[in-house]
């Protein structure tokens, strides 16, 4: 079978990192577009940042342009989310999921998406 696992969520106060790793088990990624997304109760899962296949393009939402860098390590067939400067809002669930495609999907276009983690969640207080 087919898996993502997240693994690398937990409390951290304002201002701080976190690294967010996605490996898969079953296959291999290199082929995926590989994207990070979060969901806060009573919200609509929204994107975060997406890598291409190759690890050559990136994508990032406004909320964390400067804060986040996604990467990729298709030896070791996992992607991270390197967090820093962590704020309250960035409270979530967050997911890992992969495209079968090269280059990443519109954000938004979250059924272009066909495997998902289960989620780790990040805790951002003091």
């Known amino acids: 079978q087919l898996h993502i696992v997240e693994s690398g969520g937990g409390l951290v106060q304002p201002g701080g990192s976190l690294r967010l790793s996605c490996a898969a088990l079953g296959f291999t990624l290199d082929h995926y577009a590989i994207g990070w997304f979060r969901q806060v109760p009573g919200k609509e899962r929204e994107g975060v940042s997406c890598i291409s296949a190759s690890g050559g393009s990136t994508n990032y939402a406004d909320s964390v342009k400067g804060r986040f860098t996604i990467s990729r390590d298709n030896a070791k067939n996992t992607v991270y989310l390197q967090m820093n400067s962590l704020k309250p809002e960035d409270t979530a669930i967050y997911y890992c999921?992969?495209?079968?495609?090269?280059?990443?999907?519109?954000?938004?276009?979250?059924?272009?998406?066909?495997?998902w983690g289960q989620g780790t969640q990040v805790t951002v207080s003091s």
């Open positions: 999921a992969a495209a079968s495609r090269s280059s990443c999907p519109d954000f938004g276009r979250n059924k272009e998406y066909d495997y």
